[in-house]
């Protein structure tokens, strides 16, 4: 494992002077906070006993169901047996990738992808293997060719890694045909689909997509996470995963932490149980909405036109491409002279490629703050196309 080298630029961009289209952080400050600590409080004197005491490794059977739930929200039909409870849904990729990867495995994943699952994938020394993806998500010809070739080289595949909502950090959304034809190509190839999938109820235009898992329980295991329709600091995330498989998740999540904590579980269920939440996740999607709207309107108008990016329908995140030549990783400490800051693109790929890319988040600052931080951003980046 190796700390990132843009570590110590990130301590200077958190400064308040500092606009951050950097970190990936929820805008919690939405919540209803009076609620959040009348739930809690009461979560203590009425059931103190259970939500301080251990729970069940695979998690709170209440919360299972109520999980089922929220996902019968993109066409997922599954019942409370078929959910383990994890640490956010980045404690499911740890597990899913402790129980698949032995070192030198493939996984495949797209490029660019999330950095938190590629350190994971590092972590356990799985070797990754990017598949194109334009606008419109993976590109089904990449992945067929890419698996074949692996295939005849006789490289072990253990699972396709794919965001197809709202994609980190890409910004974007796998098409209606193409979900068929990522399945149809994983079926064929005997490969398996790890579906991560936290924005995809974060849409801002109508329905949310049905999800990878909803016709094919076999083939996939879907990650959720409640991390960004209510709160990170809860830590709450799930797997749903076919019974052989969730069985090792269950073994793996004890041997790692025993059970899930039993208070937040219970915080989270007491929450969905009492609380409009539908609503509550509306609110995310029009404030966030309203800050993608600054972000793009401000981009079109100030970036230099040599410069590209993704035009997201939901979620948090823009991809910009800058001209030949310019490296975003050179340009960042630049960028945070001038108080602004964003992600260097080569932390998406395992491979090194992204120079020329940076992701621009547009979860956390206000909308004001948007337009002022893409302004310093035009100013570096013209400075640099004219050395
Ligand atoms: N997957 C993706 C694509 C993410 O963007 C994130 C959070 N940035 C996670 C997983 C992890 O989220 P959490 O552990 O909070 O559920």
């Known amino acids: 494992m190796v700390a990132s080298e843009i570590r110590a630029l990130f301590a200077v961009a958190s400064r308040p002077e500092v606009v951050s289209l950097a970190g990936g952080m929820p805008y919690v400050t939405a919540l209803p906070l009076d609620m959040v600590g009348e739930l809690v409080s009461e979560l203590v004197t009425r059931r103190g006993p259970v939500a301080l005491q251990y729970g069940s490794g695979q998690g709170d059977p209440h919360l299972r169901e109520q999980i089922c739930d929220v996902m019968r929200l993109e066409g997922?039909?599954?019942?409370?047996?078929?959910?383990?409870?994890?640490?956010?849904?980045?404690?499911?990729?740890?597990?899913?990738?402790?129980?698949?990867?032995d070192p030198g495995d493939v996984v495949l994943a797209e490029g660019p992808s999330y950095v938190g699952a590629l350190g994971t994938f590092a972590a356990y020394q799985a070797k990754v293997v990017h598949i194109a993806m334009d606008d419109q998500g993976i590109v089904p010809e990449s992945l067929?060719?890419?698996?074949?070739?692996?295939?005849?080289?006789?490289?072990?595949?253990?699972?396709?890694y794919t965001i197809p909502n709202f994609q980190n950090p890409a910004g974007v959304t796998l098409n209606i045909a193409r979900r068929q034809q990522v399945i149809d190509i994983c079926q064929r190839a005997g490969v398996l689909v790890i579906e991560d999938n936290p924005y995809g109820l974060l849409g801002f235009d109508g329905e949310p997509m049905p999800a990878l898992r909803a016709d094919n329980p076999d083939g996939v295991v879907y990650l959720g996470s409640f991390s960004k329709t209510l709160a990170p600091g809860f830590r709450v995330g799930w797997a749903l995963a076919p019974h052989a498989i969730r069985d090792k998740l269950v073994l793996a999540m004890e041997s790692a932490v025993l059970s899930h904590?039993?208070?937040?579980?219970?915080?989270?269920?007491?929450?969905?149980?009492?609380?409009?939440?539908?609503?509550?996740?509306?609110?995310?999607?029009?404030?966030y909405r309203e800050r993608r709207d600054a972000l793009l309107d401000a981009l079109d108008s100030?970036?230099?036109?040599?410069?590209?990016?993704?035009?997201?329908?939901?979620?948090?995140?823009?991809?910009?491409?800058?001209?030949?030549?310019?490296?975003?990783?050179?340009?960042?400490?630049?960028?945070?002279?001038?108080r602004v800051a964003f992600v260097p693109g080569t932390g998406f790929f395992s491979d090194g490629s992204g120079a020329r890319h940076m992701r621009l988040s547009y979860c956390y600052p206000e909308p004001d703050r948007i337009r002022e931080g893409v302004r310093r951003l035009a100013g570096v980046i013209e400075?640099?196309?004219?050395l």
């Open 302 to 338: 100030l970036m230099p036109p040599e410069v590209t990016w993704t035009r997201p329908g939901g979620g948090f995140f823009v991809w910009a491409t800058l001209p030949e030549g310019l490296d975003s990783k050179a340009i960042l400490p630049r960028a945070v002279a001038e």
């Open 144 to 160: 067929a060719q890419t698996i074949y070739a692996l295939e005849t080289a006789g490289a072990p595949i253990k699972f396709l």
């Open 76 to 101: 997922i039909q599954a019942t409370a047996d078929d959910v383990v409870v994890t640490v956010g849904s980045q404690q499911a990729l740890d597990l899913i990738t402790r129980i698949f990867i």
């Open 383 to 386: 400075q640099e196309m004219q």
């Open 261 to 287: 904590s039993s208070f937040t579980q219970l915080a989270v269920g007491q929450y969905l149980a009492t609380q409009p939440w539908r609503e509550q996740i509306k609110t995310f999607r029009e404030l």
